[in-house]
């Protein structure tokens, strides 16, 4: 099972800021947060990962809480392209010298509206 | 640089035959891993290739088998394919950094009739 909870979906005015939260309330010292996307019919697209800081990049930036239990996504300007079914994911980054074996749960679906 | 390329991207086929789908990794990424995703079960973790090896295998019957060549291209094969088998499978590859994030292709889409 995923080890993590999200809404089953939120909205978004276009040009304002998307939030998506995930609750990840048993997440080990040694475990990621991994953030993926997937637009209808395609494949999910990588988003961003952090450990315990908060981390940014061309797409989103990733807030996690000090006590590293929730964390929250930043889309920080949303357009029509993004909306998609949005997934939070925790594992270890080197998982048994596995990296390919990610547990997804049902995700968000955010709707950005014009 | 190339995404991950899957071939093909739609195919349909009949109960009781056997399928072959095939992945091209990014450039330099040694790790190659395979999802099926249903409408019921959504997003499902098929098996994991490293280094021409089996690394990691997901619950899924023995109809469900792959393997990686030398050059890290991986293939999955579906046998005696069941009506339950449509699916979208995706591909994915992982850079050496170790840091765990995956690339994923578009997918090859099945359609068992």
């Known amino acids: 099972d995923a080890k ?10 276009e040009g304002r800021a998307a939030n998506l939260p995930c609750n990840h309330s048993t997440i080990s010292g040694n475990e990621y947060v991994y953030w993926y996307r997937q637009i209808h019919s395609q494949g999910p697209q990588y ?29 920080p300007h949303a357009t029509l392209r993004d909306t998609a079914v949005y997934y939070c994911i925790v594992r270890a980054a080197n998982y048994g010298g596995s990296q390919g074996n990610l547990i997804f749960g049902k995700g968000t679906k955010l709707s950005v509206k014009p | 640089k190339a995404g ?5 991207r739609y195919l349909i086929k009949t109960r009781g035959q056997q399928v072959t789908l095939s992945c091209s990794p990014i450039s330099g990424h ?32 023995g109809r469900f088998s792959g393997r990686q060549f ?44």
């Open chain 1, 47 to 75: 988003i961003i990962h952090g450990l315990k800081n908060n981390e940014t990049n061309e797409m989103a930036s990733l807030i996690i809480t000090e006590d590293r239990k929730s964390s929250t996504l930043i889309l």
């Open chain 2, 30 to 61: 040694r790790s190659v891993s395979w999802y099926q995703q249903t409408p019921g079960q959504g997003l499902q973790f098929l098996f994991e290739y490293f280094s021409e090896t089996q690394r990691n295998k997901g619950n899924f019957p």
């Open chain 2, 70 to 113: 030398s050059n890290s291209r991986s293939e999955m094969n579906v046998s005696t394919l069941e009506l339950g088998d449509s699916a979208l499978y995706l591909c994915a590859s992982s850079p050496p950094t170790g840091t765990g994030e995956l690339f994923f292709g578009e997918g090859s889409r099945l359609t068992v009739l």
């Open chain 2, 4 to 8: 991950v390329t899957q071939t093909p």
């Open chain 1, 4 to 13: 993590t909870t999200q809404p089953t979906s939120m909205d978004c005015a």
